[in-house]
Nanobody, 125 residues
Framework: EVQLQASGGGLVQAGGSLRLSCVAS????????IGWFHQAPGKRREGISC???????DYIDSVKGRFTIARDNAKSTVYLQMNSPKPEDTGVYYC???????????????????WGQGTQVTVSS
């Protein structure tokens, strides 16, 4: 059974830092591309970053230069390092994957099959 477990959320001050983790199980982790998604209060969930099997990364403009996605295949874990978060980064963060799709311009538009439960991040001003 494919499982994704997101953790690391919490309360952080604007300008601080926070690292989210997504631990995967039940599949060949190194063969999957993994995305991070953000759902702000009252808004739709949106994709913010993706990491490919080979470690290539994509970011949406609003987090580029502040957030860093990385993977550790030995630990079946993907990280999202959030530096200089802003109050608008507040929300629930999800990791997701689907063997059918690869990172790229359309990745965030696909209906991915597997999702973690989400971890809450609150950025105070």
């Amino acid at each position: 059974e494919v499982q994704l477990q997101a953790s690391g959320g919490g309360l952080v001050q604007a300008g601080g830092s926070l690292r989210l983790s997504c631990v995967a199980s039940g599949f060949s982790f190194d063969e999957y591309e993994i995305g991070w998604f953000h759902q702000a209060p009252g808004k739709r969930r949106e994709g913010i970053s993706c990491i490919s099997r080979t470690g290539g990364t994509d970011y949406i403009d609003s987090v580029k230069g502040r957030f860093t996605i990385a993977r550790d295949n030995a630990k079946s874990t993907v990280y999202l390092q959030m530096n200089s978060p802003k109050p608008e980064d507040t929300g629930v963060y999800y990791c997701a994957t689907d063997e059918r799709y690869s990172c790229g311009r359309y990745y965030f538009h696909y209906e991915l099959d597997y999702w973690g439960q989400g971890t809450q991040v609150t950025v105070s001003s």
